[in-house]
């Protein structure tokens, strides 16, 4: 695949740990391709191996302002708090998601921002996306409303690919829908949450 000649985007529905498949999608043009990954390297090497043009990861790639690490330890948790300017922004305007440092997101928050330094290292485009949120924008349903009725959505929004046929995983769906996050943002078609100390987390545009 080569990312001059076709829209290559890879979405990853990442999860806190090695221990739990994360979702992962290639959508090269409008075909998307998934499959369930539990480790940071499989990761890498399956998404590297593709050359996309932009990585699109559901999970936190930074920390508040003022932050030093994630975990309630951090001397400036008091001041400085769970939550950053994009997902406060994303509230105002009805979305709403979890704060990033959450007890129960911390080590979620941990591993994308080390996944997120592995590919920038490597020399790849990495954005932070929200399929919940790319859903309710594009009028897609999320799986909190059923996985079938999640990939219907989905087809019905034009991708193609082994999902339409044989089920697959939320996990996996969430991955397409950030890979559509990707084609979005390659676009010029999207929104961007946050600010340059905290960095942004991309929807496609309202």
């Known amino acids: 695949m080569d990312k001059i000649g076709n829209v290559i985007s890879v979405g990853i529905d990442l999860t806190s740990s090695e221990k739990k498949h994360s979702g992962w999608a290639v959508l090269n043009n409008n075909v998307a391709s998934t499959r369930r990954i539990r480790t940071d390297q499989e990761l890498i090497d399956t998404t590297i191996a593709q050359n996309p ?21 951090d001397p400036g948790r008091q001041q400085f ?5 994009c997902e406060r922004a994303l509230l105002k305007v009805g979305i709403r998601s979890y ?13 994308g921002i080390r996944l997120a330094v592995e590919f920038r290292m490597r020399g790849f485009e990495v954005i932070e996306g929200y399929p919940g949120g790319a859903q309710d924008i594009l ?26 046929e044989k089920p697959i995983s939320h996990d996996e769906l969430d991955a ?31």
């Not at 043009?53 to 330890?73: E, M, Q, Y």
């Not at 007890?103 to 979620?108: A, D, F, G, K, T």
């Not at 999320?142 to 082994?162: H, P, V, Y």
Request: charged content about 20%; glycine content about 12%.
């Open 176 to 206: 397409i829908t950030a890979a559509i996050v990707g084609c979005f943002y390659l676009s010029g078609n999207y929104e961007a949450f946050g600010n340059e100390s905290e960095g942004f987390l991309i929807v496609p545009k309202r």
């Open 139 to 164: 009028g897609i349903p999320r799986k909190q409303k059923g996985i079938s009725d999640l990939a219907k959505g989905l087809e019905g929004f034009g991708i193609t690919g082994s999902f339409i």
């Open 53 to 73: 043009a932009v990585i699109v990861l559901d999970a936190p790639l930074s920390l508040p302002a003022g932050r030093l690490s994630v975990f309630d330890t």
């Open 99 to 111: 704060p990033c440092l959450l007890p129960s997101m911390q080590r979620l928050t941990e591993r």
């Open 81 to 85: 708090g769970i939550t950053r300017e």
